[in-house]
């Protein structure tokens, strides 16, 4: 899909938000999403995505800046006038309605007649495969049809911006996934609009055109799903997207793009100076499935003494202490003729320079 | 009222429970009257003297009349009080229904001019159960300050609302009211039960009830018509003379008196059937009951005492400058149109009289 | 086969596991069922019972019971009934001396006057044979089937009298149904009376309760525990204080017409009447009654989870709409629970609107109580009250028909 920031559908402009007039828990916020984009807000609690989500829906004012839609200003506007269809938390159905009552109900509140209703309350019903269930009460069914049922409710109107705010937080791993893929079948099949709201990494990273990483009320980096992991900016959106080997060091000098790092006393490697100053502490991240055991050839080359070593199946997972930092994880795919591993062997890595990024601290 | 009064009652019966337990040594008698100034004249000339002489303990409590306690105590068998202040006709009632103890009348003191009790005690005084202590007299009064003109004068003036305008205070109850209305109505004091006792005299007296409906306040406390002339709620309502007098007298309040078409009831001790302390309840009662205690009583409170040879005794109010003889009920001044309560009228009558006048109330 | 008999013998193993725990269960909730069955279930019985039964006649009176029994109320009365009255009257003072009175007040409740001719014949000392003429000469009244009729009335030990006099009916001595006099006929206007009160009492604490309950439930911890001990302060202080500042506040020179007379709105001469009527019997009552409707509200409301709302807003339902189809139904087991219980306890309140009231504040609770305490009817009242008991059960019933009262929320 491709993606175009300059025509944008929803715009956030320097938006601001403070509950108490003292702290703000967005900061000047600049958010572009274009038409059709799957988009969502990653990060951990309280780090203003769920507040970012509500001022989009108008439930929370915006203490500053502006808020667009399709190009005009919804600032002012009352949520029930913003057309947007949503997906809660919990759910949210009506307890007292029915399935079919729960799905008619936006219908209902537009005064669409009522054949016009029944077909789109059908169709809606079958796109989230739940037709038979139509009578009963909401808490007569799993959570897993509960969330279908309030996927449709959000869609029987056709609006052209579902808000989700973390819908499959309350599912089983497996149920989760599950959802995970119809839910972006949906988004492909209807060309809607979704701005996605989770705190769950594997999950934004199936389902998003683009992830915002969302820390301390700021959008830490805006990107596609494999730029995140590959190109994180900072060190919080390495960590906090797949797992990280972390080295602290002192940037000793940079030249070309590489900054070389002393790291513990002695030992200098090279890194990608991306958030790096000569003579400044940084942070040098590489991913442990990206760290080579024994290798032909590396960009740099290191000797790590292994501390412990985890059977997983699809691979193996070593710790091991490299340059004094003995929470060094190693990942090593599992296969027939791999060779075995001995706590307190001491054993040659390796790895390339373009995965090896000095970040901030 | 009810309901604080069961709680009052609960504590005294609690209280006079884990008394009994003691009273092998300290007897303890308990005794139930009205409340307010009436309990305090009683209280000043009868129960302190009486503590003082035999060295007992007198507890008192308040209720608001009716025999309701009495029985729900006698049937239970679990008789917390000793003697109750209750008016004649119910004496009657009670001691038929076998609520209360008989009492000897002929073996209480003399008078302190050597006549027997029988002669001593004014008719009506003394009943099979129970021994008058005074009259008391169902009045109207009226706050002064309202009508400027004309003063009511008469019984008829309470029921006429277009010269003294403002609402009115009315017991709760048949007794008194019928009477009162035919009185208003033109009939003459020694008539008013025999028109009483006629379908068309008891359609006669609702009827002329029904002239000042619309302005009526109900009472049901004693204490209730002092508040309601003092608050401005009523201008007129009726009262015991006593519940009027004492804030008149000691608190200069503006209430008047209107003596004409007054009903006198006695007031007297019975001793409930069962009662664990009846011989000290009888002691209690021959001493109060005796020439000078009644004489003091009216000391405190204007009720006319139940003993021929009390009323020469009859001096001045506590503050030691009110003469009281013009106050009380039994004063030949304020005797000119008075009837006393027939009992055996009221006994005949009540139930039908006070359903009638219930669902008048009602509608 | 051999299955279903391990079947049988785990059943059996079960039982015998559980047999403990039940005991044990029964023992720990056996002091209460002991209490609810003494202090309710006794109680009630007896009342329902006493409204059916009153056997002061026919325990006094066997003989003449029996023989009043097949007097049909018409011809004359025979000389065997009046001797055996005569008889039987005399010799139960012998037994107890209230007797003959305590029969004479129950025929008084029939027959006024009778008091005072039963007084005749236990005072005349030469009553023998032939009793009717002697009878006949003590008073004319004993030879009008007024005075018998009457005491056919009440003979029955077991009589519906009681019942048909609450709601205004009277049993004649024939066995026949007729409305009571006018003036006499008083317990249906009050039934209706209290019904109409405690629906209004009832309305009027909904709708000042359901915004406080509101409040309560959606503002802060802080701010609502607050509020919450606001509206717990009126059971604090005692039922008979609160109603007395009532008076305080309505009456003619109280609190509210000195201060509407102070700032000029109202005339000095003109005050308000705000005493003494339905009005204030409207507003004390509802006053007293307002935290039994705001708790169970505020424990349903609290919770109603908040997203409901959005989630209806989002969907394109205006507020008006969101918060009547979606948050309201879901008040309903709160409200319901609240109106139940307010409307129950007005219907049985008495001391507020009796004090506060006046002509108005007469309802049916008053003649209750009037007949416990003043007429000393005790089986009347007992009628008029298991008719307000049944009135109160059909309420329960319609309510769970309509609401469910599995449904029922207290706080």
Known sequence: MTVSTSSGYVVFDKV????????????????????????????????????????????????????????????????????????????????????AENVAFPLRVRNI????????????????????????????????????????????????????????????????????????????????????????????????????????????????????????????????????????????????GRARVEIGNSDVIEALAIQAESG??????????????????????????????????????IRMNVFGNS??????????????????????????????????? | MKKWNGKLMLLGAVGTLAMSVAAAEAAQLTVISWGGAYTKSQTEAYQKPWMAKTGNTIVSADYNGGLAEVKAQVESKNVT?????????????????????????????????????????????????????????????????????????????????????????????????????????????????????????????????ETIKGSIVWWEAGAQPPQLLASGEVTMTTAYNGRLFTPAVTENKPFVIVWDGQQQVFDTWAIPKGSKNKDLALDFIAFSTSTKPLADQARYIPYGPARKSSAPLVGKFQDDKTDMAPHMPTNPANMGNAIVQDVKFWADHYDELNERFVSWIGK | MHSTFDQKALTRQLAAAERRNKVKAFLLVLPLLLFVLASFIVPIASLVWQGGYSDTFANALPETSKLLGAWDARSPVSEDLVKSFVTELKASKLKDPAIPTRVATVVNREQSGSVSKFKQVMSASDLASPYKEKLSALSSEWDKPDIWRAMKIVAPSFTPRFYFQAVDLRLTAEGDIKPETDENAIHLLLFGRTLMVAALVTLFCALLGFPIAYLLAHAETKTSNMLLIIVLLPFWTSLLVRTTAWIALLQQNGVVNDFLVAIGLIDNDHRLVMMYNMFATLVAMTHVLLPFMILPMFSVMKTIK???????????????????????????????????????????????????????????????????????????????ATLLLIGVLLLYWLYNRLVGIDKMKLA
């Open chain 1, 16 to 99: 601001e938000k403070t509950y108490d007039g003292r702290v703000l828990v967005v900061k000047s916020l600049d958010l572009t999403v274009a038409r059709g984009e799957f988009l969502t807000m990653l990060g951990p609690s309280g780090s203003g995505k769920t507040t970012t989500l509500m001022m989009l829906a108008g439930f929370e004012t915006a203490t500053g800046g502006d808020i667009y839609l399709d190009g005009s200003k919804i600032n002012h506007i009352p949520p029930h006038k913003r057309g947007l269809g949503m997906v809660f938390q919990n759910y949210a159905l009506f307890p007292h309605m029915t399935i």
């Open chain 2, 81 to 209: 009080w000793d003697v109750v202040d209750v008016e004649t006709s119910e004496a009657i009632s009670g001691c038929n229904d076998g609520l209360f103890e008989k009492i000897d009348a002929s073996k209480l003191p003399k008078g302190d001019n050597g006549a027997s009790p029988m002669d001593d005690f004014v008719p009506g005084a003394i009943t099979d159960c129970a021994i008058s202590t005074i009259a008391y007299a169902n009045v109207f009064g009226y706050d002064s300050t309202k009508f400027a003109g004309d003063k009511p004068t008469k019984v008829a003036d309470f029921f006429d609302l277009k010269k003294f305008p403002g609402k009115r205070g009315l017991k709760k109850e048949a007794k008194v009211n019928l009477e009162m209305a035919l009185m208003a109505d033109g009939v003459a004091a020694a008539d008013v039960y025999k028109v009483l006792a006629t379908k068309e005299g008891v359609d006669r007296a609702f009827k002329k009830l």
């Open chain 3, 306 to 384: 908040a997203n409901l709302v959005r989630a209806a807003l989002s969907l394109g339902a205006t507020p008006w709409t969101a918060f009547w189809q979606v948050y309201f139904p879901q008040t309903i087991p709160g409200l319901g629970a609240g109106c139940l219980l307010v409307f129950i306890l007005a219907v049985g309140y008495y001391i507020t609107p009796a004090l506060v009231g006046g002509q108005s504040g007469q309802l049916i609770s008053n003649i209750i109580a009037f007949h416990m305490q003043k007429t000393l009817n005790w089986s009347l009242a007992s009628a008029i």
């Open chain 1, 113 to 256: 007649n009522k054949a016009d209703a029944e077909a789109k309350v059908r169709k809606a019903l079958d796109m989230v495969q739940m037709s038979d269930l139509g009578g009963r009460k909401p808490a007569q069914l799993s959570g897993g049809q509960q969330q279908r049922i309030a996927l449709a409710r959000a869609l029987v109107f056709e609006p052209k911006l579902l808000l989700m705010d973390e819908p499959l937080g309350a599912l089983d791993k497996q149920l989760r996934e599950h959802m995970q893929y119809e839910i972006k079948r949906l988004h492909e099949t209807l060309g809607i609009t979704v701005v996605y709201v989770t705190h769950d990494q594997s999950e934004a990273l199936t389902m998003s055109d683009r992830i915002a990483v969302f820390n301390d009320g700021r959008i830490q980096q805006l990107a596609t799903p494999d730029e995140l992991y590959e190109k994180p900016q900072n060190s919080f959106v390495a960590q906090f997207i797949g797992e990280n080997n972390q080295l602290r060091g002192i940037v000793k000098d940079i030249s070309g």
């Open chain 1, 327 to 361: 929470e060094f994880i190693v990942k090593v795919r599992n296969g027939s003729g791999r060779r075995g591993f001995a706590v307190g062997e001491e054993v040659k890595i390796g790895w390339s320079l373009q995965d090896c990024r000095a970040l901030d601290v």
């Open chain 1, 280 to 317: 400044k502490p940084t942070i040098v991240s590489v991913r442990p499935e990206r760290v080579e055991i024994e290798p032909m050839s590396s960009d740099i080359a290191a000797t790590g003494r292994i501390e412990e070593v985890i059977y997983l199946g699809d691979h193996i997972r």
